[in-house]
């Protein structure tokens, strides 16, 4: 088994729920769609590439993930933007009480990716925007195109002014309770997601490179997303699906959070944790515990029929697991 990162830290017991956040209302100015929410935002990964013949000093890459990176809007109902000095804070804020160690000082020291889990026109595209004016919505991957790998070398989308260079991609994450096939587009994706994540993290650069998975709330697809990447990993199942559904959050009791997790226990060895969350995908939706099981087992099973939960649609995670 690997090691498991020292932020993060298992033992038995139930997930809890972390509310999932309406849009909201900033600075009494009313807006559509939703805008950065730093509770949600958490380090999942941080990997030193191994050395190639060309680059024998690899960066760290880094990956986070949270819900819609949107600005409030200073009207109701105004345009909004991607936030991306919010953004850079809190990732720094995050990397530091992770690791003890400094984030990258500012946004040019790095190359920052966008990878969105939802129909970009979901915010009329006001995302999109932020890194191509020109452009509705990044190329969208089929499963020809990711099957003959025609999709990677057009995934990214960027232009001139978009900020240092920053780019953004489209993966139309929805779960899929079918097992694998090859005409199920959804699983593969899903799969491909994590996969593609792992090798990106691990790919060497002489600059950092920052990759931020996000749906609308940060919750079901992005937890699918995230749980898919430690099994691409190699993490076990159990550990992979808590990995994936936990975030860090800096309050104790921030507004939207309904219960600290009770499976989490920070070294001081209090009984709950009081500096991570629990965030499960659906809210109990079938579809997404089945894409969850059917990832971890290779596409054969249906949550609650496996080694590693009981029948519960959340899942009980036994000591002997770990």
């Not at 939802?118 to 990044?138: G, I, L, M």
């Not at 990832?295 to 959340?314: A, E, H, M, R």
Request: proline residues 9%; charged residues 20%; hydrophobic residues 30%.
């Amino acid at each position: 088994m690997k090691k498991k990162r020292n932020w993060i830290t298992t033992q038995s017991g139930t997930p809890d729920f972390f509310a999932i956040s309406p849009p909201q209302k900033s600075a009494g100015v009313l807006h559509q769609y939703q805008e950065l929410n730093p509770d949600i935002v958490s380090l999942l990964d941080v990997v030193t590439p191994k050395p190639t013949s060309k680059i024998t000093s690899p960066a760290k890459n880094f990956l986070f993930r949270g819900n819609e990176p949107l600005t409030a809007p200073t009207t109701p109902d105004g345009p909004q933007t991607v936030d991306f000095e919010g953004l850079h804070t809190i990732m720094s804020k995050r990397y530091k009480d992770a690791t003890g160690d400094t984030f990258p000082v500012s946004r040019s020291d790095y190359l920052f990716h966008d990878v969105c889990l939802r129909d970009p026109s979901r915010d009329n595209h006001q995302e999109t925007h932020a890194f191509d004016p020109n452009k509705a919505t990044p190329t969208e991957p089929t499963l020809t195109t990711l099957t003959n790998g025609t999709y990677e070398p057009d995934m990214w989308l960027t232009s001139a002014s978009a900020p240092n260079g920053a780019k953004m991609c489209w993966w139309p994450i929805e779960p899929s309770g079918s097992p694998y096939n090859s005409s199920n587009f959804l699983f593969y994706l899903d799969q491909w997601a994590g996969e593609t994540l792992h090798t990106l993290l691990n790919t060497a650069h002489t600059t950092p490179h920052v990759y931020y998975i996000h749906c609308a709330n940060g919750h079901d697809r992005t937890g699918l997303v995230a749980y898919s990447y430690f099994i691409a990993r190699g993490e076990p199942q159990p550990n992979a699906y808590i990995l994936g559904s936990t975030v860090c959050v800096s309050d104790e009791n921030p507004a939207n959070c309904i219960a600290l997790t009770s499976d989490l226990t920070p070294e001081s060895g209090s009984p709950k944790s009081k500096t991570k969350t629990r965030i499960l995908p659906g809210g109990g939706a079938g579809s997404y515990f089945d894409t969850i099981a059917n990832l971890g087992s290779g596409g054969n099973l249906s949550w609650g029929t496996n080694d590693y939960v009981d029948k519960s649609p959340y899942g009980v995670f036994k000591d002997s697991d770990f």
